[in-house]
């Protein structure tokens, strides 16, 4: 697979994450097996390929469907206002956080304590409340405190509660966690104009891929 097909893969991740959040904030809930590839990408650190961070590419179905709105059909069945500014602020946020190496590393210590306890448990990961609330913790403490914080907006009612408010700092985390491996990947903020054919044939191909039994 070659570099630029990964790029889209991890910016699925983006999307994909993105797509969640706004879900709990407009309707206080999300796909659970959507929300478990999106969240356990965030224990894959030593991965052996990309797809191996997500488990496949079928996992990021709904992440390339976004990305299919954005780049290729112009529909906004999926896509929100509200979606691509999550979207874009992650991948802003990534470029702060790539220069705080020592919040990197906190960041990869509370994942890595966090983890431990996810292998000690049987319980789905987006039905596990415990370690859903070590992510939101983690995320609190480290991003932020960077001067430039995503506003979150949606139903007073699920914004105010205590579990899906955890839920969407753990999703944002995964969320910059995908911005984090794009970057890697050579992906960089100015391929969404001058890159926009590549990325959209990526897009249709991943998804026809994806079609098939």
């Known amino acids: 697979m070659d570099k630029h097909t990964q790029q889209v893969i991890a910016l699925a991740g983006i999307a994909q994450a993105a ?6 904030t407009q309707h206080g809930l999300a796909a659970q097996d959507k929300l478990s590839t999106s969240l356990e990408s965030l224990f894959v650190t030593n991965p052996n390929s990309t797809l191996e961070v ?12 976004v990305l299919e709105e954005i780049f ?3 529909d906004n069945s999926l896509k929100s206002p509200e979606l691509m500014r999550y979207l874009i602020s992650m991948v802003y946020l990534e470029a ?17 304590g966090s983890e ?5 448990s049987n ?11 070590q992510l939101a913790r983690l995320y609190q ?16 009612q699920y914004l105010k509660n205590t579990a899906i408010s955890n839920t969407i700092r753990a ?20 391929h969404f104009l001058i890159k926009r054919r590549k990325i959209s044939h990526d897009i249709k191909r991943l998804l026809k891929e994806n079609s098939k039994p």
């Open 141 to 156: 403490q480290t991003i932020s405190t960077l001067s430039f914080r995503i506003q979150i907006a949606g139903k007073p």
């Open 19 to 24: 797509f969640l959040v706004d879900q709990l």
């Open 116 to 120: 431990l306890e996810n292998k000690n």
């Open 171 to 190: 999703t944002l985390l995964a969320g910059i966690r995908s911005a984090v491996l794009w970057q890697q990947l050579g992906g960089r903020r100015w």
């Open 54 to 65: 997500y488990g496949g590419v079928k996992k990021l179905q709904l992440g390339l469907q």
């Open 72 to 74: 290729v059909t112009k």
């Open 96 to 112: 702060r956080l790539n220069k705080q190496q020592g919040m990197l590393q906190k960041i990869a210590k509370g994942i890595a």
């Open 123 to 133: 319980m789905h990961l987006a039905e596990n409340p415990d370690i859903i609330n």
